[in-house]
């Protein structure tokens, strides 16, 4: 199978999900075809045809198939061009490992952060709290290391991109304070280290435009702050 | 070949599916293991030493390595034991297993259980969700044995320790019938044929004592 056959990335430009799939496929310097889905405005029928079970970005199309969930694509790319920056240890334990952080930064600690910084009102102490807790995880297993995948991105540092970039724009925007540099001196190391990638800051999006969508879906909390 | 024996040792719960699909695992590949009940929802210090994060089971211990999660371990067991492959070989193929694998889990259990529990819109209301994603199962299911193909595979294990033993014994006691055989000929067929294999059928935890786990289960469920 020719694997140059069209890649085709259907993604939004502001969701870190759709971003991990674009980061793999640059890192490893694979061709692809961006399509924008819109999909607070409208779902597309091509959307709705490729993912119907959950309607969302990412999609990945490749050799006329598509694949949803962002990790499960990024896994899909490691085992489909196996030559160019692996993404993931050979080792067959270190690679659940790695799994299992990646895991843990996008279901755990991503979603706690979020609600952190804007669930309910009722929630927030008990959400920050495990937000603490969360990152204190990330920032043993980070430790000295320049990247969770060591002395390259690797799968953990895809699925921990939230925490790297969005967080601290959303920080900004909601007014709460979690990922200091003084508490997680390590994570701070780090997402400096990532967004500072010649590749990985090209596919960011824009501080200015996160900002305002964020401003504008949420509101800004400073206020509530005690 | 040095490196798949040693001790392998499993903590998990008689009752839970996700420790059952790592048994089915093992016992498909034939690799022995020492099996360790956690009295749930009592915490052991073992389990609390061996999977402080998430402090649950099921946890793997391989000669000195240990791995929770139970996808996690299942692909760990299918990378160090090749016999009877659980996940396909073809990158697709292995992507589409975990993307359903991570359906079943998130979406499956959530209304087939959750939902149905707390039937915040009413019992039928739930039901009829959990139908509409059934149909996709019954319908990625359709002409084949297993969702694996000929034989079981990853997904098999996954759908597999939850329908229709964990979700089903809820839907007896319950006195319900969320999967009927008229509307879901595929997922019942699929069962049938799972109930013909040993790795399976050693996993499946008694049934009254089930029906009774998942009745207690719910009640505590709908209190929190």
Redesign the interface.
Known sequence: MNQEEQVQVLGLWGSPFSKRVEMVLKLKGIPYEYIEEDVYVQKSPRLLKLNPIHKKVPVLVHQGKSIAESLVIVEYIEDTWTTSYPMLPHDPYERSMARFWAKYADDKVMSTLWKACWGPESEREKMVEEAYDGLKYLEEELGDKQFFGGETIGLVDIAADFIAYWFGIAQEASGVMIMTAERFPKLQRWSQNFVRNNIIKEVLPPKEKLMALFKAQFGNNASNEA | MTENEGKVKLLGCWASPFSRRVEMALKRKGIPYEYLEEALPNKSPLLLELNP?HKKVPVLV?ND?I???SH??L??ID??WSNNPILPQD??E???A??WA??IDEQILTVGFRSLVKAEKGREVAIEEAREKFA?LEKEVTGKDFFGGKTIGFVDMVAGSIIPFCLARLWEGMRIDVIPEDEFPELNRWIKNLKDIESVRECIPHREKQIEHMMKVSERYKLA
């Open positions: 994060i391989h390595k791995l929770p999660e996690l371990i692909e760990y990378q160090t990158p697709y292995k992507a589409m975990r993307f991570k359906f996709f």
